[in-house]
């Protein structure tokens, strides 16, 4: 096969001004928690390049659509900034054409070949021929058997999509949601089909750095057709890493003595076992004796804090993760 050179189409992202400099350049600049995909529709697609090797490149109509019924097309929608893929969670929704002789298929891809990656078309998916990657793959095609396929790929090479996905059928124009966790070990995926609730789960061990060649990626989606074709769409789409907190309370949020219970509720990709809180008193009425700490700095959720004097007082717990990414978050007690 003769390679074309790939045409793009960039949509630039505020604030990133180096997307393109030398790969080694880009992972010694700080990559911050807001420079991470999300997007609840793609009604705006900054920080998105789009590539193609045959016919037009991806298009946008509220969603990415990777292929759009036309035979041979492979497309590619990475994002331009680099991200960290030591530990991840990122969550995508897509559907395809509702045919049950529709193709061939699409792929998540991390990748650090650069923004413009583009692989071939038909069963490669649009993947085949990145290197220095990892994917996981959907195969609606799977050389004319069709049905529902799924895999995992490294390497930019073909697609094994080997596996069924037992209930799932990719091909019943239903809208289906996937889940990818890494912890560092063991790449798991869970989808559902939001038609009906059934799903679908897998894993991998891997080391994804180690296999790419860094601890950061562009990431993104790449989508094919060959002989027989479908319309492919991703219509949602975020991406993050480190730990995240969902709650954190006081009970009783209004003492009349000295103590209150504060817990925080977290989640990280590496798991919570290895999570550290630590406890820190943010304001306290003027001339107050400092708060103190049942447990801090602890992999426990929760403490009791003991306040002396009435008045208002705000706490913060900081948590961190293994590979030392941190997220805080305010709690205020009124002692009465």
Known sequence: MVRRQARSALLPLKSVDSAFKPLELLENRRLLSGSLPNYTSFVHTAGLQFNEYNGASVTVHHALELTDSNPTEDRSAFYTNLVNVGAFSTTFSFASTKNEVSADGFTFTLQRQGPTACGYDGHDLGYAGIKDSVAVAFN?????????????????????????????????????????????????????????????????????????????????????????????????????????????????????????????????????????????????????????????????????????????????????????????????????
């Open 140 to 336: 609606l095609y799977n050389y004319s058997a069709y049905g529902s396929q799924f895999g995992f790929a490294a390497k930019g090479k073909v697609p094994v999509t080997a596996t069924p996905m037992g209930s799932l059928d990719l091909h019943d124009g239903d809208i289906f949601t996937c889940t990818l966790t890494y912890d560092g070990a063991t790449l798991s995926a869970k989808v559902v089909d939001t038609g009906n609730g059934n799903t679908f789960t897998d894993s991998e061990k891997i080391n994804i750095p180690a296999v790419i060649g860094g601890s950061t990626a562009y990431v993104g989606f790449t989508g094919s057709t060959g002989v027989q074709w479908s319309t492919q769409e991703i219509t949602s789409w975020s991406y993050g890493y480190g730990p995240t907190i969902s709650s954190l309370t006081a009970s009783p949020a209004t003492v009349t003595k000295h103590v209150s219970t504060l817990t925080a509720i977290a989640a990280d990709p590496t798991g919570t076992k290895t999570l550290v809180y630590d406890w820190t008193e943010v304001s306290a009425p003027a001339g107050a004796r400092p708060a103190t700490f049942s447990t801090n700095g602890t992999h426990t959720d929760d403490t009791v804090v003991t306040v002396f004097t009435d008045g208002d007082y705000t706490f913060q717990v900081t948590v961190k993760d293994k590979n030392g990414y941190t997220v805080s978050d305010d709690v205020n007690v009124v002692r009465t």
